[in-house]
């Protein structure tokens, strides 16, 4: 089935679901290994070429996301959503981790995009091809208010906040399968039926 039901997540949901997932286990360590080669590969072009495949991974899989999580939103208000199995504050709990995540992972590849426009002293990449992406900001100094640093710093603490929120959002989750043997987890798991 691939539209939700009021009982079960669809194929294209669960689809976008755990595509979305797997691309940020991904993109988290490519992130923190990409800022970390970027001094040291200075005058290393091995490590100049590590931080280059770092960034074409980052950046092009930051994009990917970005479109998928489009789409899966666009999905979401086209093809609606199974009726809660929490009520109360459990649900409102929900909901509220739910859509604060979809809201960061809207804003952690823009305000990248933004950091990388203002700044333009790096490329913005897409597979393996600089610049085809067109930069978002107008190129601003360093130092500005709204420059390279108002951007990072909203990409690192948007980072800091969806770590907190998927901690919790899995947490919930394997919570409902363990404790309350509920259909919460599976009725989203890949190729579970009814």
Known sequence: MLRNTPSQWGSVAKALHWIIA??????????????YTYGPSFGNEKGQALHRLMEQIHHTNGFLILTLVLIRLIWRFVGGVPKPLAV????????AV???ILFLLV??????WAALSVFRGAPIWLFDR???????????????TFGYSFFAQIHVWSYKIGAALLTLHIGAALWHHFVRKDRVLRRMWPLAGR
Do not use: C, T
């Not at 797997?22 to 800022?35: T, Y």
């Not at 109360?88 to 909901?95: E, I, K, P, V």
């Open 130 to 144: 600089a610049n085809i992406v067109p930069w978002i900001m107008a190129k601003h100094d360093l130092k500005d």
């Open 98 to 100: 739910h859509y604060g």
């Open 107 to 112: 804003l952690l590849p823009l305000s990248g």
């Open 22 to 35: 797997l691309s940020i286990l991904l993109e988290v360590p490519v992130g923190f290994l990409m800022s």
């Open 88 to 95: 109360g504050f459990q649900d409102y709990a929900s909901r």
